[in-house]
């Protein structure tokens, strides 16, 4: 399993970014798929999943109705939308695969990329 993701950087409040992870090495499109993020000093938290076939969605209720999650299973990509960012999303951003029940509630335990630093601040 290869997840490597990008799309980081430094925003400023009320902005937007968009996050993308490049998956490899398992089938991609029958894997329901995650992002979580580690805030600074923080454990990880669960923010969205999406079916394998991008038919449901689910979100956080720190990010649900300010990011979107979608994923193209031709490039083995998935994207994170993240508007009307706020400086309490500072984190550091991995995507994961897994059921999103299961990574809902043990994000900590998922497999991860290398993730990308997403800082907001003024």
């Known amino acids: 399993v290869q997840l490597v993701e990008s799309g980081g950087g430094l925003e400023q409040p009320g902005e937007s970014l968009r996050l993308s992870c490049a998956a490899s090495?398992?089938?991609?499109?029958?894997?329901?798929m995650n992002w979580v993020r580690q805030a600074p000093g923080k454990g990880f938290e669960w923010v969205s999943c999406i079916s394998s076939d991008g038919s449901d969605t689910d979100y956080g209720n720190t990010v649900k109705g300010r990011f979107t999650i979608s994923r193209d299973n031709a490039k083995y990509t998935l994207y994170l939308q993240m508007n009307s960012l706020k400086p309490e999303d500072t984190a550091v951003y991995y995507c994961a695969p897994g059921g999103c029940r299961l990574s809902k509630m043990f994000p900590d335990r998922l497999i991860r990329g290398q993730g990308t630093q997403v800082t907001v601040s003024s």
């Open positions: 090495g398992f089938t991609f499109e029958s894997t329901d």
